[in-house]
């Protein structure tokens, strides 16, 4: 029952009228996705060098959750 589903999801997409900006919009959301996870995943390796050197007398740890603290209170208000 799925594949049938999946089957005719396809059909769908192949038969729109526009076929050409949807296949653009998802190539281009597509290139967006890996961008942000290769520059998370950047970050995540890297986070703490980078807090060292803008916070050297501070632990990473305490910068990070510093940041994070005020960052969460900054978007709940």
């Known amino acids: ?3 049938h ?14 076929l050409g900006k949807s296949i653009a919009i998802k190539i281009f959301m597509g290139f967006m996705a890996l961008y942000f996870m290769v520059m998370f995943l950047i970050m995540g390796f890297f986070m703490d060098k980078i807090l060292k050197e803008i916070y050297p007398d ?3 740890l305490v910068a990070f959750n510093g940041l994070l603290f005020f960052w969460i209170i900054g978007f709940t208000y």
Do not use: Q
């Not at 589903?5 to 526009?18: D, G, H, Q, T």
């Open 1 to 3: 029952m799925i594949k």
């Open 5 to 18: 589903f999946i089957n005719l999801e396809w059909k769908a997409f192949f038969r729109s009228a526009s």
């Open 58 to 60: 501070l632990d990473a």
